[in-house]
């Protein structure tokens, strides 16, 4: 999921959260559909700010991003290494 699809059903959670705290909700079927109706919510916003979560482009492949990050940090330690050996010498 792109990450503003993410942040926007983040909320949605969030403000549910706080509405069974602030409204003292019980039970399941009443804290779902309140859950229901804020991610509806949540979504008329961005509808009516012409954000259609469903056409947002994909989020970069989480492997791909821990790979790439892998190798930087490798190439962080190695430039690191030869750094410390140059400097003793």
């Known amino acids: 999921l ?3 699809n993410i942040k926007s059903k983040h ?3 969030e403000l549910t959260g706080h509405n069974v ?3 003292d909700l019980k039970g399941q079927s009443t804290i779902i ?3 229901i109706d804020n991610n509806l919510e949540v979504r ?3 509808m009516k700010r012409d954000v259609k979560p469903e056409e947002l ?3 970069e492949d989480l492997k791909k ?3 790439r990050l892998d190798g930087e940090n490798k190439n ?3 430039n690191g290494k030869r750094k410390e050996v140059a400097n003793r010498k």
């Open 11 to 13: 909320f949605a959670t």
């Open 76 to 78: 962080v330690l190695k």
């Open 44 to 46: 008329k916003i961005l």
């Open 57 to 59: 482009p994909a989020s």
């Open 33 to 35: 559909k309140e859950h």
């Open 21 to 23: 705290n602030e409204k």
């Open 65 to 67: 991003v821990q790979k």
């Open 2 to 4: 792109p990450t503003f």
